[in-house]
C-alpha cells in the first residue's frame, strides 16, 4: 500500500531496491573495466618480468658464485668482490668509466645549451638547422662509431688529412694512449648532443616572454638576462639532461667496442665493456655480474646525490613539499 502511495504521488519514484540494482551493475561495470584494464597491461609485465627483473634477480644471485659457461654454478659468497679489489684492471676501468663520464658529459652539455640558444630564434630555415644538429641522435651507435673509425686513421683519416693541408702532423687518435679516450669523447658528443639540446631548447622556449621584457625594463644587459632570467628558469630542464647523460655515460659501451675495443693498453676500457669482457669473452659470469652491480650501485649512489643537491639549485623541485 505504501509503494501504491508513492507512485501516486511521484511516479518518477524509483522502485524499491532499484538504488541497489544500480549499485550492483555499476560495481560490476567497474569491475570488468579493471579487469580489462590488467589484461591491456599484461603484455608489459609479463615482458618487464621475463626480460628485466627476472635477469636482476639471476644476476645478484651469480654474483656470488663461481659459476661459467664450463660448469654449474658453486656458492662462493663474496670472493668475486674480494678478486675485484686486486684487480688492476677493473680500477683502471673504473678510473676510465669516472674519466669519460665527467669530461663528456659537461663538455657535451655545454655544447648543447650554446647550441640551444643559437636555435631558439624565429627566423628563415629554423627548423632545417634543429634537424640537422639532431640528426646524429638517431644514428646507430654501431654505425656513426664504424664511420669514426675511419675518420680518425692515422694515415687515411679525414681528420688528419685536413690537418695535413694547413701543416700540422696528426696523431694517431684511437691507436694512441694519450689520444684515445678524447677520441671516444668527440665521438660520443658529436652524436649525443642532439638530445641534449633538444630538451634545452623545449625548456628555453618554455620561459615566458614577459621575464625577458621586466629584466629589460629593469635595465639588465644581455648577459644579466641570461644569469638571472634564462639560467633560473632553465634548471628543470638542465637537472633532467644531466642526470641522463651521467647515467647514459657510465653505460656506455658501443662505441669503445666498435672504436678500440678498449685499447690501447686498456686506455679505453670502461667497466662497461670490462663486464663483457669478463661474462661473454672470458666466460666467468659470476665475477661479470658482481662487476655489473658495482656498476648498478655507482649510478644509484650519483642519481641519488643528484636528486639531493637538486633541492637547492632547481627551480619548483620541493614545490609539492
Same mark, same amino acid.
Given at each position: 500500500m505504501?509503494?501504491?502511495?508513492?507512485?501516486?504521488?511521484?511516479?518518477?519514484? +524509483?522502485?524499491? *531496491?532499484?538504488?541497489?540494482?544500480?549499485?550492483?551493475?555499476?560495481?560490476?561495470?567497474?569491475?570488468?573495466?579493471?579487469?580489462?584494464?590488467?589484461?591491456?597491461?599484461?603484455?608489459?609485465?609479463?615482458?618487464?618480468? &621475463?626480460?628485466m627483473?627476472? +635477469?636482476?634477480?639471476?644476476?645478484?644471485?651469480?654474483?656470488?658464485?663461481?659459476?661459467?659457461?664450463?660448469?654449474? +654454478?658453486?656458492?662462493?659468497?663474496?670472493?668475486?668482490?674480494?678478486?675485484?679489489?686486486?684487480?688492476?684492471? =677493473?680500477?683502471?676501468?673504473?678510473?676510465n668509466?669516472?674519466?669519460?663520464?665527467? !669530461?663528456? $658529459?659537461?663538455?657535451?652539455? =655545454?655544447?648543447?645549451?650554446?647550441?640551444?640558444?643559437?636555435?631558439?630564434?624565429?627566423?628563415?630555415?629554423? &627548423?632545417?638547422?634543429?634537424?640537422?644538429?639532431?640528426?646524429? %641522435?638517431i644514428?646507430?651507435? $654501431?654505425a656513426?662509431?664504424?664511420?669514426?673509425?675511419?675518420? #680518425? @686513421?692515422?694515415?687515411?683519416?679525414?681528420?688528419?688529412? &685536413?690537418?695535413?693541408?694547413?701543416? !700540422?702532423?696528426? +696523431?694517431? /687518435? &684511437?691507436?694512441?694512449?694519450? /689520444?684515445?679516450?678524447?677520441?671516444?669523447?668527440i665521438?660520443?658528443?658529436?652524436?649525443?648532443?642532439?638530445?641534449?639540446?633538444?630538451?634545452?631548447?623545449? *625548456?628555453l @622556449?618554455?620561459?615566458?616572454?614577459?621575464?625577458?621584457?621586466?629584466?629589460?625594463?629593469?635595465?639588465?644587459?644581455?648577459?644579466?638576462?641570461?644569469? =638571472? $632570467?634564462?639560467?633560473?628558469?632553465?634548471?628543470?630542464?638542465?637537472? =633532467?639532461? $644531466?642526470?641522463?647523460?651521467?647515467?647514459?655515460?657510465?653505460?656506455?659501451?658501443? %662505441?669503445?667496442?666498435?672504436?678500440?675495443?678498449?685499447?690501447?693498453?686498456?686506455?679505453?676500457?670502461?667497466?662497461?665493456?670490462?663486464?663483457?669482457q669478463?661474462?661473454?669473452?672470458?666466460?666467468?659470469?659470476? #665475477?661479470?655480474?658482481?662487476?655489473?652491480?658495482v656498476?648498478?650501485?655507482?649510478?644509484?649512489?650519483?642519481?641519488?646525490? %643528484?636528486?639531493?643537491?637538486?633541492?637547492?639549485?632547481?627551480?619548483?623541485?620541493?614545490?609539492?613539499?
Amino acid at each position: 500500500m505504501a509503494a501504491g502511495i508513492a507512485k501516486r504521488i511521484n511516479p518518477e519514484a +524509483p522502485k524499491p *531496491g532499484g538504488l541497489a540494482e544500480v549499485r550492483r551493475a555499476f560495481t560490476g561495470l567497474r569491475r570488468g573495466e579493471t579487469i580489462a584494464g590488467y589484461l591491456f597491461l599484461a603484455p608489459n609485465f609479463i615482458g618487464f618480468i &621475463i626480460f628485466m627483473l627476472f +635477469p636482476i634477480l639471476f644476476a645478484f644471485y651469480i654474483m656470488l658464485t663461481d659459476w661459467s659457461l664450463a660448469k654449474e +654454478p658453486n656458492f662462493i659468497g663474496l670472493k668475486n668482490f674480494e678478486t675485484m679489489v686486486n684487480d688492476r684492471i =677493473f680500477w683502471k676501468s673504473l678510473v676510465n668509466s669516472f674519466y669519460y663520464t665527467f !669530461i663528456a $658529459v659537461p663538455t657535451g652539455i =655545454f655544447i648543447a645549451f650554446w647550441l640551444a640558444l643559437a636555435l631558439n630564434r624565429k627566423m628563415r630555415g629554423i &627548423i632545417f638547422f634543429r634537424t640537422v644538429y639532431f640528426l646524429p %641522435q638517431i644514428t646507430l651507435t $654501431v654505425a656513426a662509431a664504424t664511420v669514426w673509425r675511419w675518420i #680518425y @686513421q692515422p694515415e687515411i683519416g679525414l681528420i688528419n688529412h &685536413i690537418l695535413e693541408l694547413v701543416g !700540422i702532423e696528426g +696523431p694517431k /687518435w &684511437i691507436h694512441n694512449t694519450k /689520444w684515445a679516450m678524447p677520441s671516444v669523447i668527440i665521438m660520443s658528443n658529436w652524436q649525443g648532443i642532439g638530445f641534449a639540446m633538444l630538451i634545452l631548447l623545449a *625548456g628555453l @622556449q618554455g620561459i615566458p616572454e614577459e621575464y625577458y621584457e621586466a629584466a629589460s625594463i629593469d635595465g639588465a644587459s644581455g648577459w644579466q638576462r641570461m644569469r =638571472f $632570467v634564462t639560467l633560473p628558469m632553465l634548471t628543470p630542464a638542465l637537472f =633532467f639532461v $644531466v642526470v641522463t647523460s651521467l647515467i647514459g655515460a657510465f653505460q656506455a659501451f658501443d %662505441q669503445f667496442y666498435i672504436l678500440t675495443e678498449g685499447g690501447p693498453a686498456q686506455a679505453t676500457t670502461p667497466l662497461t665493456l670490462y663486464i663483457f669482457q669478463n661474462a661473454f669473452r672470458f666466460f666467468k659470469m659470476g #665475477y661479470g655480474a658482481a662487476l655489473a652491480a658495482v656498476l648498478f650501485l655507482i649510478i644509484l649512489i650519483i642519481t641519488v646525490i %643528484q636528486w639531493q643537491l637538486a633541492r637547492r639549485w632547481v627551480i619548483g623541485f620541493d614545490e609539492d613539499e
